[in-house]
């Protein structure tokens, strides 16, 4: 009975996530300097009548790509948060704060700035993902090797730290000998937002993460087996060593395809497992990485949307935002669950 009543709870909690971001995306692609009402915003999206209106023109052009962004772009690094967690055992593990975001950022700067292109136009879209994910998988393997003799906590920070400060370093000097209309690209990009996508850029985010999510879901399995132990997960017939590179992959894929788009986001990756494990109350990746991406889509679109209205007409960085909400979430989680150990 008690265990019924705990699957009612994990199914009551999806769904209401689900019906959240819906709802959420519909008043997001409605609110700003010219407002839609939600039966407009429907119209516009499902109905052939609505297409050359002026709702349709300012949906489509201006108001759906950045909510798309912000759903994908949030879940995404919600759920690399939640790989980067299991796979290192540790509870404040995160794409920023581990300095993988950093090594994104400096392979885009290589190609924003560096005029890396391999023959390739900088902005395509795909050039600048891999781009983007050679830096996030080169510190994210130079991380696990620190981990893997390193088993402090404050230690892996101070590595994902100085790993951060280097490549800002390499960034600053590329800076210096850039010129100015690309320093200025490359400065609006480095504040993170989910606005400055374009259509193909948004076609390249959602298929490499829907592609990912789905695989990720299928690794569910594997990855309870290896958060009881590696050994417990060997006599289950898991590859863990395969297991571990394909979290990897995935965590750099993920936080590279969003950060090439969107630029540096902090703290989704973090704040959002823990919400989810604090209303699922379950460890199970069964439903962990379905609640991460729902909740990550949502946290990404609310503080996008507070991003673009709270100081209307001017602009904040969502990664202004999601520092400010997540935060005090990390902190009050880590704190109540006294998890952390040196």
Known sequence: MENQHHINRIALVLILAAVLLAVSS????????????????????????????????????????RVIASIFGGGALALSGLLLQILFQNPIADPYVLGISSGARLFVGLVMLGGLTFGFSTTNPWFLFLGSLAGALAVMVIVLLFAMR????????????????????????????????????????????????????????????????????????????????????????VNTRRLRMLMILFSGVLTGVVTAFAGPVAFIGMSVPHICRL?????????????VILTG??????????????????????????????????????????????
Not at 198 to 211: E, F, G, K, P
Not at 215 to 230: A, D, R
Not at 300 to 321: F, K, M, N, Q, Y
Not at 334 to 341: A, E
């Open 26 to 65: 519909v008043l997001a692609i409605g609110i700003g300097s010219v407002y839609i009402p939600p039966d407009k915003v429907v119209e516009a999206l499902f109905s052939k009548d609505a297409v050359g209106s002026t709702e349709y023109i300012i949906v489509t052009n201006m108001r759906l790509t």
């Open 150 to 237: 390193m088993h402090s906590v404050v230690t892996l920070l101070i590595v994902g730290t100085m790993l951060g400060y280097l490549c800002s370093a390499m960034v600053n000097l590329l800076v210096a000998f850039s010129d100015d209309n690309a320093i200025a690209d490359f400065t609006r990009w480095g504040m993170g937002s989910f606005g400055l996508m374009t259509w193909s850029q948004i076609q390249v985010l959602v298929v490499v993460c829907a592609v990912i999510f789905v695989l990720s879901f299928l690794l569910t399995k594997s990855l309870n087996s290896l958060m009881l132990g590696e050994s417990y997960a060997r006599t289950m017939g």
């Open 279 to 291: 209303l699922l109350r379950t460890e199970d990746a069964r439903f962990l990485v379905p609640a």
């Open 297 to 342: 889509g949502v946290f990404g679109l609310v503080c996008d949307l507070i991003a673009r209205t709270v100081a209307s007409p001017s602009e904040l960085a969502v990664g202004t935002i999601t520092s400010f909400v997540g935060v005090p979430i990390v902190l009050f989680l880590l704190v109540k669950k006294n998890k952390v150990s040196v």
